[in-house]
């Protein structure tokens, strides 16, 4: 029983390792100044595309469920976010950005970063499937 755990674990790991990491960037709090009740719109808007993109077989990084909370809590800065998710971002194959991303002061620092640093830019979810994964993990 255990060695056929271990093997599934092995086959799940390298399909994991081939997944395409998208960064899903668009506006929540613009700097926490949007009211809570825009906020939370905001955030289910992020978690939608983000559920489409695992979906589609990639691994997802959405800012607001990285980070927001220990701006949220007072623990660090808005500058220290923007910061943390620029780092992130260099290190995805790809940024998508949710409509409505242009409002956002700090969608367009990670927009200008993106460009800047030749980190492929998506604006709608492609259509291809082929880095769909699930098939492989079961």
Same mark, same amino acid.
């Given at each position: 029983m255990l060695r056929m755990r271990?093997? #599934? !674990?092995?086959?799940m790991e390298m399909s994991i390792v081939s997944k395409? !990491?998208?960064?899903?960037?668009?506006?929540?709090?613009?700097?926490?100044?949007?009211?809570?009740? %825009?906020? %939370?719109? /905001?955030? /289910?808007?992020?978690?939608?595309? #983000?559920?489409?993109?695992m979906k589609k077989g990639y691994a997802v990084i959405s800012p607001i469920e990285n980070d927001q909370w220990a701006m949220d809590l007072g623990l660090i800065t808005y500058d220290d976010v923007i910061e943390s998710?620029?780092? !992130?971002?260099?290190?995805?194959?790809?940024?998508?950005?949710?409509?409505? @991303?242009?409002?956002?002061h700090g969608t367009v620092i990670e927009h200008n970063f993106? !460009?800047? /640093?030749?980190?492929?830019? @998506?604006? %709608?979810?492609?259509? #291809? %499937? #082929?880095?769909?994964v699930s098939a492989h993990l079961g």
């Open positions: 271990m093997r #599934s !674990v092995k086959k395409p !990491v998208v960064y899903v960037a668009g506006v929540f709090s613009n700097g926490d100044t949007l009211p809570k009740e %825009e906020q %939370e719109k /905001n955030r /289910n808007l992020l978690r939608y595309y #983000s559920l489409l993109f998710d620029l780092a !992130v971002i260099a290190k995805c194959d790809y940024i998508f950005f949710v409509p409505g @991303w242009e409002d956002g993106a !460009v800047d /640093n030749d980190i492929p830019i @998506w604006y %709608e979810i492609p259509k #291809s %499937e #082929s880095h769909q």
